[in-house]
């Protein structure tokens, strides 16, 4: 066993949504503040943890094998695992029956880390700990998960709910996050405040579906917050995600078109273009509510991106009910789209359909479904050319040293010139052209 005497390092691997990320800023600030610094890397960390997704099943299955090679490169159990997040919650005994993981801690034990590390570490003997029970979703709100600090001192991710309540019939967040709870409006807009006195320039406001904040509350609803937000003094952009096609109403498409920066970079899930399919997903909405959404977009914005998620393969899906997809895709015009194959997940209400395509068949269609959506990506990033963009610098290119990568305010990547003292600065800038999938431009202001 360890003594805790000496500095112990750590590092962590960030796996799945925003939240993750999220959550990983929030336990390497615990592990900070309880004495562990970090690893140069992997190989010579103390301890290593990984923060895990739970929604398909290849999610799972690669950190496992990633977590065994890890073992078979630590042959002298030097190296302590810890396994965090939705898998952890998900099958943390069983990480832990199987000697996969020394820790499991839940998504909602981030904060506190630092202190189950350190105990472990003090209790001689003690081989394994397990904290991922679900009655520790009541303590989830916690004021100290506000905290200021982490890896970008100019963006800040900002958690306005945890859970989901959505219960969309192929999805294992709800059983592994908990149901919706929406954090207190003033803790929140306080907290803001605090990052920007601090020199956060961009925030995004988190949530599995951001759309319902305050719903369980009673709190002020989405849209009020967002224009909230914007408004505190220093924060150039805010960014939201996700958004759900069934509670997007109208006052958000006000609040981004009143404040000029809220980004006009718009994530809103579709699923499928079929609508017996989106019910049978219990999604609540048909092709044409998310059509109606997007045309008053198109109108009231003008400027703006819009991004979505996919599923092909759905049990059930026939070709006629694919087609639909690859059409909803076509007319609409996606800027991005995020897509994947249909994985039955155990404890989701869709688990006992039965698939009703094979494997090769649900990777053919989603290769379609790639190549046509590739093809609509280029065209719109085209369009940018000429334009000029507001963009905040992020970091250094990575092709180049001389060359910075910032993101426009339609979250399209661009390379320009630029050096270190440009990140977190929000700059002006002319498209020139493409390389590759990326917008390149000139800084005109
Ligand atoms: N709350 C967000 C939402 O409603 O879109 C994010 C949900 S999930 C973390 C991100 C995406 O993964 C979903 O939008 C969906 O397209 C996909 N997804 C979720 N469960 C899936 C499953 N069982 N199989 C394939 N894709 C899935
Ligand atoms: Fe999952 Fe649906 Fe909730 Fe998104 S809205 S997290 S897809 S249940
Ligand atoms: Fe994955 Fe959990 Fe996020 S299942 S997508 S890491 S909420």
């Known amino acids: 066993m360890m003594s805790t005497d000496v500095k112990k390092t750590f590092f962590i691997e960030t796996f799945g949504c925003q939240m993750n990320k999220s959550d990983s800023e929030l336990m390497?600030?615990?592990?900070?503040?309880?004495?562990?610094?970090?690893?140069?890397?992997?190989?010579?960390?103390?301890?290593?943890?990984?923060?895990?997704?739970?929604?398909?099943?290849?999610?799972?299955?690669?950190?496992?094998?990633?977590?065994?090679?890890?073992?078979?490169?630590?042959?002298?159990?030097?190296?302590?695992?810890v396994v965090a997040g939705c898998m952890a919650q998900r099958i943390g005994i069983v990480l832990i029956e199987n000697k996969i993981a020394d820790i499991v801690v839940g998504p909602y034990q981030s904060p506190g880390i630092g202190r189950f590390i350190r105990n472990y570490l003090d209790?001689?003997?003690?081989?394994?700990?397990?904290?991922?029970?679900?009655?520790?979703?009541?303590?989830?709100?916690?004021?100290?998960?506000?905290?200021?600090?982490?890896?970008?001192?100019?963006?800040?991710?900002?958690?306005?709910?945890?859970?989901?309540?959505?219960?969309?019939?192929?999805?294992i967040v709800p059983r592994v996050r908990g149901d919706l709870i929406s954090f207190p409006s003033a803790q929140i807009l306080g907290y803001i405040r605090g990052l920007s006195e601090h020199g956060a320039k961009e925030i995004t406001l988190l949530g599995q579906n951001v759309n319902q904040y305050g719903t369980d509350?009673?709190?002020?609803?989405?849209?009020?917050?967002?224009?909230?937000?914007?408004?505190?003094?220093?924060?150039?952009?805010?960014?939201?995600?996700?958004?759900?096609?069934?509670?997007?109403n109208d006052g958000i498409i006000r609040a981004i078109s009143e404040h000029g920066n809220i980004s006009r970079s718009i994530h809103l899930p579709l699923q499928s273009g079929s609508d017996r399919i989106l019910k049978i997903m219990n999604r609540g909405y048909q092709l044409r509510d998310y059509m109606t959404i997007v045309e008053k977009i198109d109108r009231e914005l003008g400027n703006y991106s819009l991004s979505t998620d996919l599923i092909v393969g759905f049990p059930g899906e026939s070709r006629d009910e694919f087609d639909a997809t690859l059409r909803a895709v076509e007319s609409i015009r996606f800027d991005e789209a995020f897509t994947y194959a249909y994985s039955p997940r155990e404890g989701t209400p869709a688990f006992p359909l039965k698939e009703t395509i094979s494997r090769r068949e649900k990777i053919a269609r989603l290769q379609e479904l790639i190549a046509l959506q590739r093809g609509i990506s280029r065209l719109k990033l085209k369009e940018r050319i000429d334009l000029v963009e507001e963009t905040i610098i992020e970091r250094f290119s990575k092709k180049s040293d001389d060359r910075v990568m910032g993101r426009t305010n339609l979250n399209h990547i661009v390379i320009t010139e630029g050096t270190e003292d440009d990140f977190g600065k929000k700059v002006m800038i002319k498209i020139d052209g493409i390389r590759g999938n990326t917008l390149q431009g000139t800084r005109i202001a």
């Open 28 to 81: 390497s600030l615990s592990l900070s503040q309880n004495g562990f610094t970090t690893a140069a890397d992997v190989d010579t960390a103390d301890i290593v943890i990984y923060n895990t997704c739970s929604v398909r099943e290849h999610a799972e299955n690669r950190v496992i094998s990633r977590i065994r090679s890890r073992r078979r490169a630590a042959s002298d159990e030097r190296q302590i695992i």
């Open 217 to 248: 509350s009673g709190d002020m609803p989405f849209h009020v917050l967002l224009g909230h937000a914007a408004a505190i003094p220093g924060i150039e952009r805010v960014n939201f995600l996700t958004s759900h096609p069934k509670d997007f």
């Open 123 to 171: 209790s001689a003997g003690g081989r394994s700990f397990l904290s991922q029970e679900m009655d520790d979703f009541s303590g989830r709100i916690n004021p100290g998960l506000y905290t200021i600090g982490g890896d970008s001192a100019w963006h800040r991710w900002v958690t306005i709910t945890h859970g989901c309540e959505n219960n969309c019939s192929y999805c």
